[in-house]
């Protein structure tokens, strides 16, 4: 199995199951807690001003309460930057559901996921939710970050980090994983969602 989409190990996720993440108040909640009661797609975005990243979100922002309850599943997205900045992300992407912020990176360090600041290589196609040329994308990135709330610069999280894509729970098991390979690599979210049994749209 490539390195990407590995599961994390029993001793990863109980360590994991201790790091703590902050919600869109400030408040401190256990990863463990997230993952204990039902299955959890759970992603985790690159900092808070990359543009790549808002159209992702905003295309699992379409996925649909009912479908989720139907799965008996819950979709949740953690950022690398500070906590202060979620519900102005939530509301530009229209993303309705639970959102974290992990400042630490603890979390991105124990699922292996990397650092870089490459983009598609070359001859692969795109993914489907890079609406935007990349000069547009940084704009926009620009734009909603920056510009629109200078009061968080340098708050946004670490630009260099990648995110990836996971499915967790009912408690400490993972049955996907797939960790972006470079900036422009979450997983389709049709993918994502067939994965974990998530009706569409």
Request: proline residues 4%.
């Amino acid at each position: 199995m490539a390195a990407h989409t590995a599961l994390p190990s029993p001793d990863t996720l109980a360590k994991a199951a201790t790091l703590k993440v902050f919600d869109d108040a400030g408040k401190e909640v256990t990863f463990g807690s997230l993952i204990e009661n039902q299955k959890t797609i759970l992603v985790f975005i690159r900092h808070f001003f990359c543009g790549s990243c808002q159209q992702y979100v905003m295309q699992l922002a379409s996925v649909r309460k009912e479908a989720l309850d139907e799965a008996n599943a819950r979709l949740v997205i953690i950022g690398c930057g500070d906590w202060k900045l979620i519900k102005n992300y939530c509301e530009a992407a229209g993303y309705p559901y639970a959102m974290y912020a992990d400042p630490s990176r603890a979390l991105y360090t124990t699922f292996g996921l990397v650092e870089s600041l490459e983009r598609t290589p070359a001859g692969q196609a795109k993914r489907s939710y890079l609406g935007q040329s990349f000069l547009g994308n940084l704009v926009k990135s620009i734009w909603e970050g920056p510009l629109k709330q200078p009061q968080f610069i340098g708050k946004q999280g670490k630009i260099s980090q990648l995110g990836g894509d996971f499915i967790f729970g009912p408690g400490q098991t993972c049955s996907y994983a797939s960790r972006m390979k470079h900036t422009e690599d979450h997983v389709e979210v049709a993918d994502l969602m067939k994965e974990a049994g998530v009706a569409l749209p």
